[in-house]
C-alpha cells in the first residue's frame, strides 16, 4: 500500500493547503471515487478518532459507516482492506481495543502499512495503554530503514511511546533523531515537551520549544497541544501571566478555529490548572465552554467528558454541568463499548469529584477520587494530561477539614517529590499544605 497524501498529512500533523488540506484531501477522494473503500476508511477513520463524532447521536456518520461496511463487501476489496473497514466499523461501535486487535493483525503481515500503524498509536493513546504505544511500533521498525517517506514519523511515533513507559532516555535519543530527519516533525518534538515535563527540566522546556516554534507551529493539528505543554511549563515555574499569555494568543484561537477536541481539551485543562493555582482567569471559561458544549452528550471518552465538565463548571453553567454527569449515567446504563465500562468504573465517580471539589465539596471530592487515583490512566491521555487530576486529588486533601485527609495530602506530595525532585509546583503544595494544617 503505497504512502499517500494523506497519510503523509495524518502522521505529519499538518494540513496540506494545495490540497484542501486532510479534510479537503478526504472529501476529494470520496467524491472523485465513490467506491473507494480505502478513501472511506480514512475519512470515516479520522472521524470516529477524532472523537468529536458518534454514531450514537451522528445519523450522518452512522450512515457514512455503513455505507463503507457495505462498500467492504464487494468481492474486489481485498483481505487486507476488509480488516481495516472492521476496524473502523468496531472503533464506531465503541470497541476501541478490538480495533486495535485488528489493526496489529495487519501489522503482522503489513508492517509498512502505516494507516493500520498510526490508527493504532492513536488508538492507544486514548485508552492509557502506554507498554501497546510503544510495543506496535518496535516490532514494526525493522521492516522500515531512512530511505523509506515517512521513517522518521516512526520514531516520533516510538520516543512518545518509551516517554510513557518511563524510558526517557531512549525515548529523548529518539525523538532527537526523528527531529534530526526532519526538525518539522511536530510529533518528536511532542515526544521532547514530554520528557522535559516528566524529567522536571523546565527552563530546558521553554528554550526548547521557543528556539523551535516556527519548524512545529505550523502542523496546525498538534500545536496548540505543544503550545500547552509550553504553557504547562509556565505554570510550573510560576510564571502565571506568560501561561495565560499563551492560552490568549495561541491555545484558545487554535482551539476556536479548528473546534477539535485535542485542542478544547488543553484549554480547559490550563485554565483548571490555573485556577487551582489561585490565578483569576476571568471569564475565559465562556469561550472555552461554547467550544465544547455540542459534545456534553457525546461520552466517547471519558478524558474529553472530564475536561468538558471543567468548562461547564468553570462557567458556571449548572444545568449543563448536571446534564453531563445524568446523561453520562445513563450512557453506563444503555450504552456499549470500552468507555461504556471505563465510564462506570472511573468516569462517574471522577465527574462526581470534579462537581464536589467546585462546590466546595472537598471531603466527598477526596473521597470520590482516592479510590480510583489508580485507575484514572484508563481515561487515556498522557501522563503529563492527567496529572490535572492528581493535582485536583491533593488541592481537595489540602482543603477538606478532615485530619485523615490533612495526612494523606502530606503522603501523596512526598510521593510526588519523589518522582520528580525539581517541581516548583509541588514545592508551592507542601507549603500549602503546611500553612493550612499546622499540628
Known amino acids: 500500500m503505497a504512502h499517500s497524501w494523506r497519510d503523509c498529512q495524518y502522521v505529519g500533523w499538518y494540513d496540506e493547503e494545495s490540497l484542501g488540506g486532510l479534510e479537503g484531501t478526504c472529501v476529494k477522494t470520496v467524491e472523485t471515487d465513490p467506491n473507494f473503500v480505502m478513501g472511506h476508511v480514512i475519512k470515516n477513520g479520522l472521524e470516529v478518532l477524532g472523537t468529536g463524532r458518534t454514531i450514537r447521536l451522528d445519523q450522518e456518520l452512522d450512515k457514512d459507516i455503513k455505507k463503507m461496511v457495505s462498500l467492504g463487501k464487494s468481492k474486489s476489496v481485498t483481505d487486507r482492506e476488509k480488516k481495516h473497514v472492521n476496524a473502523v466499523r468496531l472503533w464506531a461501535e465503541g470497541e476501541m481495543t478490538a480495533a486495535t486487535h485488528v489493526w496489529e493483525d495487519i501489522l503482522v503481515t503489513h508492517p509498512q502499512d502505516i494507516l493500520a500503524l498510526k490508527f493504532a498509536h492513536d488508538s492507544y493513546f486514548y485508552l492509557g495503554y ?3 504505544c510503544r510495543d506496535s511500533i518496535a516490532r514494526v521498525l525493522p521492516s522500515w530503514n531512512k530511505r523509506m517517506p515517512l521513517y522518521g514519523y516512526l520514531l516520533g511515533m516510538y520516543a512518545f511511546g518509551l516517554e510513557e513507559c518511563n524510558h526517557y532516555q531512549q525515548a529523548e535519543v529518539t525523538a532527537r533523531q526523528g527531529l534530526d530527519i526532519n526538525r518539522r516533525d511536530a510529533w518528536s518534538t511532542h515526544a521532547m515537551a514530554h520528557v522535559f515535563e516528566m524529567q522536571g527540566r523546565f527552563e530546558e522546556g521553554i528554550n526548547f520549544m521557543s528556539n523551535t516554534e516556527n519548524d512545529w507551529n505550523t502542523c496546525g493539528m498538534i500545536a496548540c497541544h505543544n503550545y500547552w505543554h509550553y504553557g504547562v ?36 485543562s490550563l485554565l483548571f490548572r490555573l485556577q487551582m493555582e489561585g490565578v483569576n482567569v476571568k471569564d475565559r471559561w465562556q469561550d472555552v465552554f461554547e467550544s465544547c458544549q455540542s459534545h456534553i452528550e457525546d461520552h466517547i471518552i471519558t478524558f474529553n467528558d472530564a475536561h468538558i ?5 468553570g462557567s458556571e453553567k449548572v444545568e449543563e454541568s448536571k446534564r453531563l454527569i445524568d446523561t453520562l449515567k445513563d450512557f453506563v446504563r444503555n450504552g456499549k463499548g470500552d468507555n461504556r465500562r471505563i465510564s462506570e468504573e472511573v468516569g462517574v465517580p471522577l465527574c462526581e469529584g470534579i462537581l464536589a471539589y467546585e462546590n466546595g ?14 485507575r484514572i490512566i484508563t481515561i487515556g491521555g498522557s501522563h503529563a494530561q492527567r496529572d490535572v487530576f492528581n493535582q485536583l486529588l491533593i488541592q481537595a486533601a489540602i482543603k477538606s477539614t478532615r485530619k485523615d485527609h490533612c495526612k ?3 503522603s501523596l506530595l512526598t510521593e510526588r517529590k519523589s518522582l520528580k525532585q525539581n517541581a516548583p509546583l509541588t514545592d508551592r503544595l507542601m507549603a500549602k499544605a503546611m500553612a493550612v494544617h499546622v499540628e
Not at 471531603?363 to 489508580?374: F, G, N
Open 233 to 268: 511549563y509556565n505554570i510550573e515555574k510560576g510564571t502565571y501571566d506568560d501561561a495565560l499569555g499563551i492560552f490568549d494568543s495561541e491555545i484558545m484561537k487554535r482551539a476556536k478555529t479548528s473546534g477539535a477536541l485535542l485542542d478544547v481539551v488543553d484549554a480547559a
Open 309 to 313: 465538565l471543567f468548562a461547564c463548571l
Open 130 to 132: 502506554q507498554p501497546q
Open 408 to 410: 494523606l495530602a502530606r
Open 361 to 374: 465539596e472537598y471531603a466527598r471530592a477526596v473521597d470520590l477520587m482516592y479510590p480510583i487515583r489508580y
